[in-house]
């Protein structure tokens, strides 16, 4: 279902979401509406949400597709999260009227059946494979080869350019050096990051790896990989094209 840019669909699977360890939102009738063009955001039945979790603020937010939203507080298990829902119950998309969202970092946790979720929502369109391989990656920086590898794991994820995940004791990892910066994927997990130095300068957080990955990635664990966007990365002797992405 489509209203401008407004697209909606019905999740098949059971999704809560918690406050102060108790249940605020428990719905096997959750929409999926893509607010944002690369993952989509969960609004629940407002039938489906805890009764007196909700307290209007008093404000209110325009979207130019969804119309004028009516902002709450939420209120469980003794804490109160502000302007930490939302609702817009005079949409012009007739399908959102009823239902409720949730700012994700509002709230305590997210789940998917019994599964956690992090970071966003899920989007069903995204799909990762991850494939072990026997070509052989190189990695220069600079002119300077930082990995070599006959035995990488290729990841292809939707929308993205595919990454060469490599064991460390393929890797000059003396020329590495970790930083603080940490990101999270909900397809993933968290990952750490290192700098890389050569002789032309340092090159910040452009190696990355997942130490604990989530379930579905399992096959990434302990592996690195660059952001072959800023580095040369040669493919069984040929130098690939630097693709371009949000992260070139």
């Keep these: 279902m489509e209203r401008e840019r407004v697209r909606i669909e019905t999740s098949p699977k059971r999704v809560r979401t918690y406050l102060g360890g108790e249940v605020v939102a428990d719905s096997t009738g959750v929409r ?21 979790a909700l307290k209007e603020t008093g404000e209110t937010r325009r979207s130019p597709s969804r119309g004028d939203a009516t902002v709450y507080s939420v209120i469980a298990g003794g804490r109160q999260a502000e302007q930490a ?32 979720v992090f970071v966003h929502a899920r989007d069903p369109y995204k799909r990762i494979d991850i494939l072990p391989s026997s070509r052989h990656i190189e990695v220069r920086i600079d002119g300077v080869t930082v990995a070599d590898s006959h035995r990488p794991h290729l990841l292809f994820e939707t929308g993205l350019p595919v990454r060469y995940y490599l064991p460390k004791t393929d890797v000059r990892m003396d020329l590495l050096t970790p930083t603080e ?23 910040n957080d452009i190696v990355w790896s997942y130490r604990t990955p989530v ?15 800023k580095v040369d990365v040669y493919v069984d002797g040929e130098c690939e094209e630097r693709p371009v992405s949000p992260f070139s």
Excluded: Q
């Design 32 to 52: 999926l509406v893509w607010e944002k063009p690369n993952y989509p955001t969960y609004y629940f039945p407002k039938a489906d949400v805890l009764e007196g």
């Design 85 to 116: 829902a939302y609702a817009y119950p005079e949409s012009p998309v007739g399908a959102l009227r009823d239902l409720v969202a949730f700012r994700w970092d509002e709230m305590d946790a997210w789940f998917e059946e019994d599964e956690e």
């Design 181 to 203: 910066k940490v990101t999270h994927c909900p397809y993933k997990g968290a990952a750490e990051y290192w700098s890389v130095e050569t002789p032309g300068g340092v090159h």
């Design 215 to 229: 379930a579905e990635s399992l096959r990434i664990a302990g592996l690195v990989s660059f952001y072959n966007e």
